[in-house]
């Protein structure tokens, strides 16, 4: 990206001027020179054109981790109004809805674990249904699909997938309300069937990770987190079902969007108002892939607790937080000294609700919503703390973010010797596709270094521990 | 439809997916080989079964989407892997079939498509060639 179009606001803080006939709300990117430097001119169009969308509230908003995707850029960050004519959009929310990182911790040090992790990899790698193709263990019939719609995290633990106390540390105590399965196609739920509890492929993984570094103890201790503990993170999505809606509502959000006349920079961007027929159908169907999500990942963390108690024996995982990257949810914010209800997406954006947020669990009131930057699989990952001042509708990084595309990423890498390069520093891959390895290489990602810090010195989140990959199952 | 060579476009995230052909049907077809060759190597797939797949919508880029968009859903649906693509158009009316096998141990493992977006979304003729293009989300 060119920084010279651009002008600087604050030191992580930039804005694209507007044209005198330019119409169109203000663009805000958060990141660093280099950060934004190394981004394509691409993130600079798309947000452009989200700022142009009916009824948003604010600004249009990229995080330092985003990079050019679909609809939206991947780390961005709009508000909408309904009573403002406001839009939904199938492309700012995703594909794969809800995808999002489970963290889970554990009661493990790494020097009592290391011994075994070569065990671990093979256990996990056996036990979590993971790649293209991978059908899980648990199929279900059409009325069960439906049960899981609207009853996300709840339904997996009432069929014996992990505990009660899991649901409290999940976003929206692990099921949003407002899912429609009426509005989800028969075929959307017919590819669910055999995917509950399968972990996708592409970016997803399961990691087990080190916690290296604690920068903030406060939090840190709020989070139950500890130097040497081991922690362990699920990235994964609302799987075939998830996908299958976003693709049903893309098409007919975008013939909405023409029948009613809004006008769209491009067609990409894909939406309807939100007060409409369209945008509140596919709100319902989207509703309900959160929760198909929140599911998917309940039931994977049972079976992460399941391999792991096969290798040690005495191993506690607790749910220390379940939060998604890929949503549109309805919340309160205050603007210009009001309180407005608002449709946030966060396309590639992880939620960061500040101390004292009425939605947080008591423990962690005080500290912040737990936020996790997932970084490569040859890196490290954090964990950041909610601010109270975040000025991105409380949003912040949810990754390292692309950037190379996966085919320079092919060229460059054989995923063979990637994971034999890893395996001599340590950190064991297990993987059905080395394909899928070498796209997803380490090198293809930005600094998650520089991305932590960015989102911190933004005034974001607070950086509260590092976490050093050891073993990762990757789809 | 003679065997076409996969052609990508950059994408940061994801992968761009070219379709040529002399028709737009082929390029629609090519464009499908395109898409499943994320998925596995195509060679390697044996043409099985054959799955129907028919759709309205006259508007040609959308078309291209609803297609790829449907070959993904019937694929995951049946479990399958499909290698081989036809397509027939007649007005806005769309009349295909994709070939191809159940996943087995044998196959490849590349990458799952999510499905096919409107970016980077064009169909167009230049000279004898047509060529459909789109992003596909992985």
């Known amino acids: 990206m060119d920084l010279s179009q651009l002008r600087q606001l604050q030191p992580y803080l930039w804005t694209l001027p507007r044209q005198p006939d330019e119409k169109r709300a203000e663009v805000l990117l958060y990141g660093s020179a280099p950060l934004l430097g190394s981004m394509d001119d691409k993130v600079l169009e798309q947000i452009s054109n989200v700022a142009a969308l009916p009824g948003l509230v604010g600004a249009a908003m990229t995080m330092p981790d985003a990079h050019w995707g679909y609809g939206f850029p991947i780390g961005g960050v709009a508000a909408f109004d309904a009573q403002k004519g406001g839009i939904i959009s199938a492309g700012g929310v995703g594909f794969d809805i809800s995808c999002g990182i489970r963290c889970l911790r554990s009661n493990l040090n790494v020097a009592e674990a290391l011994p075994e992790f070569g065990r671990l990899a093979e256990t996990l790698f056996r036990d979590i249904p993971a790649g293209v193709g991978e059908e899980g263990h648990i199929k279900l019939n059409p009325a069960q699909i439906d049960q899981v719609l609207q009853e996300g995290a709840h339904w997996a633990v009432k069929e014996g997938y992990g505990n009660a106390t899991d649901l409290e540390y999940i976003e929206e105590r692990g099921r949003v309300n407002g899912a429609v399965p009426a509005y989800v196609s028969d075929l959307a739920k017919k590819r669910q069937r055999g995917e509950m509890g399968t972990l996708g492929s592409g970016n997803h993984y399961l990691e087990i990770q080190a916690i290296e570094r604690i920068y903030d103890n406060e939090a840190a201790s709020a ?27 893309l098409v007919m959000l975008a013939k909405a969007a023409a029948r009613l006349g809004i006008h769209l920079p491009n067609r990409e961007l894909a939406c309807a108002p939100i007060q409409s027929a369209e945008g509140q159908q596919y709100i319902g169907a989207m509703n309900a892939g959160i929760n198909c999500a929140l599911a998917n990942r309940q039931i994977l963390t049972h079976l992460a607790r399941t391999a792991f108690t096969k290798v040690y024996p005495k191993a506690d995982l607790e749910t220390l937080f379940d939060v998604s990257h890929n949503t549109c949810k309805v919340e309160t914010h205050e603007i210009e000294g009001k309180p407005r209800l608002l ?41 950041l703390a909610g601010n109270r001042a975040n000025p991105a509708f409380s949003s912040a990084s949810h990754g390292a973010g692309r950037a190379m595309s996966r085919h320079q990423s092919l060229a460059r890498w054989h995923g063979r010797q990637l994971v034999d390069e890893l395996a001599l520093q340590g950190i064991l891959i297990r993987t059905r596709s080395m394909r899928g390895v070498a796209e997803e290489a380490p090198g293809a990602y930005k600094d998650v270094d520089l991305v932590a810090e960015a989102t911190e010195q933004a005034g974001l989140a607070r950086r509260v521990a590092f976490l050093r990959p050891k073993v990762c199952v990757k789809g | 439809m003679e065997t076409q060579p996969l052609l990508y476009f950059e994408h940061d995230a994801d992968i761009g997916v070219i379709g040529r052909g002399t028709t737009v049907e082929q390029a629609f077809e090519s464009a499908a080989q395109a898409v499943f060759a994320i998925i596995t190597p195509l060679g390697a797939v044996q043409p099985k079964t054959t799955v129907a797949i028919e759709f309205e919508e006259d508007d040609r880029e959308l078309a291209l989407v609803i297609w790829l968009n449907l070959l993904l859903g019937r694929a995951r649906e049946l479990g399958m892997i499909f290698s081989r693509f036809r397509l027939q158009c007649n007005g806005s009316n769309w009349i295909g079939e994709a070939s191809g096998e159940k996943w087995n141990d044998s196959l490849e493992r590349g990458v799952e498509v999510k499905g096919a977006t409107l970016t980077m979304l064009s169909v167009k003729q230049t000279g004898m060639v047509w060529e459909a293009r789109c992003v596909v989300d992985v």
């Open chain 1, 223 to 249: 989070f139950g987190l500890r130097e040497g503990q081991i922690v362990i993170s699920i990235h994964c999505g609302s799987r075939g079902l998830g996908h299958q809606i976003g693709t049903d509502y």
């Open chain 1, 343 to 383: 449709h946030v997406h966060r396309k590639g954006a992880t939620r960061a609700f500040g101390p004292g947020h009425p939605t947080l669990p008591e423990r962690y009131r005080a500290a912040g919503q737990p936020v996790v930057i997932g970084g490569s699989m040859g890196t490290g990952s954090y964990i």
